[in-house]
């Protein structure tokens, strides 16, 4: 056994309470419970509801972004779509024009 470990027995050896120390005890903690509760000090009383404010305007602004974050969503796909249908509508038109352009017209269409 080391020094270390003789000191460390020595020291938390067990020891006998005083006389009374029960009762003391139990007396005190008859006067703490007695006490009134502890209450927030008025000048607290504010910090709960600016705690809330706080996490509802939080919300409130997260909620806002994402709307506006799919309002232009919905933009770009109805933009998209628009672009799209004009494409095909061009295509169409130029699809026609070639193929009237490689087809000669017959002696019965000359309109003679």
Same mark, same amino acid.
């Given at each position: 056994?080391?020094?270390?470990?003789?000191?460390?027995?020595?020291?938390?050896?067990?020891? !006998?309470?005083?006389?009374?120390?029960?009762?003391?005890?139990?007396?005190?903690?008859?006067? !703490?419970?007695?006490?009134?509760?502890?209450?927030?000090?008025?000048?607290?009383?504010?910090?709960?509801?600016?705690?809330?404010?706080?996490?509802?305007?939080?919300?409130?602004?997260?909620?806002?972004? !994402?709307?506006?974050?799919?309002?232009?969503?919905?933009?770009?796909?109805? !933009?998209?779509?628009?672009?799209?249908?004009?494409?095909?509508?061009?295509?169409?038109?130029?699809?026609?024009?070639?193929?009237?352009?490689?087809?000669?017209?017959?002696?019965?269409?000359?309109?003679?």
């Amino acid at each position: 056994m080391t020094d270390l470990e003789k000191e460390l027995r020595a020291a938390l050896r067990p020891v !006998e309470p005083e006389d009374g120390f029960a009762e003391r005890v139990r007396a005190r903690i008859d006067r !703490e419970s007695r006490r009134a509760p502890r209450r927030t000090p008025p000048s607290l009383l504010w910090v709960p509801a600016a705690l809330a404010a706080s996490l509802l305007l939080g919300l409130v602004t997260v909620y806002e972004r !994402e709307l506006a974050h799919e309002r232009q969503g919905l933009e770009a796909r109805r !933009e998209l779509i628009e672009a799209l249908r004009v494409t095909g509508a061009k295509l169409d038109l130029a699809y026609r024009g070639v193929s009237d352009a490689s087809h000669p017209p017959k002696a019965a269409d000359t309109g003679a």
